[in-house]
Nanobody, 129 residues
Framework: QLQARGGGLVQAGGPLRLSCAAS???????????MAWFRQAPGKEREFVAA????????YYADSVKGRFTISRDTPKNTVYLQMNSLKPDDTAVYYC?????????????????????WGQGTLVTVSS
């Protein structure tokens, strides 16, 4: 199970940090999870934001957030974070964390929501202008 926290109301240009805590899954280890953040704005489809790919410990970002958002992982805490800086009104959305927990994620799929089987409940981020 994934528990996302940290959403809220913030002024444009401000920062916000989201966290997503993963419960230990039977037979699986957090170090092999691929963790990602997606978001969905009203009337729009869910879109990829950022991912941490376990195999290379590499991070990947949507062009729209590159340079402003940072995804990081705290393995002992089974938690992934999304540090969001220089927020814009266009960043307003419900943010979801997602996980692939079997160590089977391939690089070409990290941005594909269908590749993730575990999802958090979503946390609302509202950026005011």
């Amino acid at each position: 199970q994934l528990q996302a926290r940290g959403g809220g109301l913030v002024q444009a240009g401000g920062p916000l940090r989201l966290s997503c805590a993963a419960s230990a899954a039977s037979g699986r280890t957090f170090s092999r999870y691929t963790m990602a953040w997606f978001r969905q704005a009203p009337g729009k489809e869910r879109e990829f934001v950022a991912a941490f790919w376990w195999r290379s410990s590499g991070t990947y970002y949507a062009d729209s957030v590159k340079g402003r958002f940072t995804i990081s992982r705290d393995t002992p805490k089974n938690t992934v974070y999304l540090q969001m800086n220089s927020l814009k009104p266009d960043d307003t959305a419900v943010y979801y964390c997602a996980a692939e927990t079997w160590g089977r994620m391939i690089l070409s799929s990290v941005t594909n929501p269908s590749a993730y089987k575990d999802w958090g409940q979503g946390t609302l981020v509202t950026v005011s202008s």
